[in-house]
């Protein structure tokens, strides 16, 4: 819609009548000069007030007014309202992407299928779900990076991650060093929105920093870490003449993901199934809450340049069209003729 910021100016309309109606009411002076051809020039004069002016020019002049006093009140178009991001915490999520994360020991629908898959569908809700917070995604196996920087942009994390090829970052798992990563880019965050999220299915098994070292660096950053183990309990491996049941997760350090949680005041939740992820990170969502309100905005674009040089172009229309000095040659010419015969008379003061 169309808003005014300044409508007062509107009280200006009325003023080219004022001063129609007060000026002829003025008293005039003496003429303080008599010229010879006083009574021709006065004779002109009432020749041009008895010309009837142009409609045409009475239009526009009016709508030229109009257009002053409307570029005047500020006139300016407000778009519907925005709704701004809001600055909620920082959350960081690292992602274990290493070989082992291709286990197919999921099941979705009744079907298998593996860690990564799962990770990506129930980290990617979650993602949606944090909307006013800014969201970086770490990625690491043998060696730890940074997918995305911290952003509000939660559709780019969500196609980042759901994008990641299994093991593109080397078939061992560095829990330390995607720590450490987290730790340095948080680190300039303000200090009570600091999180990172961690998930992995294995142990710390290479690296340049040890995963308890790490966790204690966070924790003098006052970076609070939840840690999430991943994987299943049980799964049949089919064998030449009969299948046998192994522990797809023995690998899993629950122990050292136990203790980095408290080092930093986080939780560790043990997943063992897409259900049990996903609860948890709805359990994530509890703890971690977005409680600041949602902000607002609608846009505005300033309209003033239109009526404005629409009363530029008005004027520009009415000087060339009806030009306001008078033709001093026809003038002399006019005084000439109707010259008095006795030029003695000269000039009377």
Not at 10 to 30: D, G, H, Q, T
Not at 124 to 146: K, N, P
Not at 155 to 172: H, N, W, Y
Not at 311 to 325: K, M, N, Q, R, V
């Amino acid at each position: 819609m169309i808003e005014f910021v300044w409508p007062w100016a509107l009280a200006a309309l009325p003023l080219p009548l004022i001063v129609y109606w007060l000026l002829p009411r003025a008293s005039r002076p003496e003429a303080a000069l008599h010229v010879p051809f006083f009574s021709a020039l006065s004779g002109f004069e009432a020749e041009t007030r008895t010309e009837p002016r142009s409609l045409l020019r009475r239009l526009l002049m009016v709508l030229g007014w109009l257009a002053l006093i409307l570029a005047a009140t500020r006139p300016q178009y407000v778009g519907d309202p925005i709704e701004l991001p809001t600055t909620g915490r920082d959350l960081m999520l690292a992602v274990d992407i290493s070989g082992s994360m291709g286990t197919e020991d999921m099941q979705v629908s009744g079907d298998k299928t593996t860690r990564l898959t799962v990770v990506k569908n129930v980290v990617g809700d979650f993602v949606e779900r944090r909307r006013g917070d800014r969201l970086g995604l770490i990625l690491f196996g043998s060696q730890a990076y940074l997918q995305t920087p911290l952003t509000f942009d939660r559709f780019t994390v969500q196609r980042l991650l759901a994008e990641t090829p299994l093991g593109i970052a080397g078939g061992k798992t560095a829990i330390g060093d995607a720590i450490g990563l987290a730790v340095k880019r948080l680190q300039s965050r303000p200090a009570d929105s600091r999180i990172l999220i961690l998930l992995t299915d294995g142990r710390n098994n290479v690296g340049e920093v040890s995963p308890i070292q790490a966790a204690k660096i966070a924790a003098q950053q006052e970076v609070r870490i939840h840690t999430v183990g991943f994987g299943s309990d049980r799964m049949e491996v089919p064998g030449l003449l009969f299948s046998r049941t192994v522990n797809p997760s023995a690998e899993l350090d629950e122990k050292t993901l136990t203790e980095i949680a408290q080092l930093t005041g986080g939780i560790y939740q043990r997943a063992r199934s897409a259900a049990e992820l996903s609860q948890i990170y709805r359990e994530i969502d509890r703890l971690e809450p977005i409680e600041q309100e949602a902000e607002t905005y609608r846009p505005t674009a300033a309209l003033f340049m239109w009526p404005l040089g629409l009363a530029f172009l008005i004027s520009l229309f009415i000087t060339a069209t009806y030009p306001g000095t008078l033709d001093l040659a026809s003038l002399k010419r006019r005084g000439q003729r109707t010259a008095p015969q006795n030029p003695a008379r000269g000039l009377e003061a």
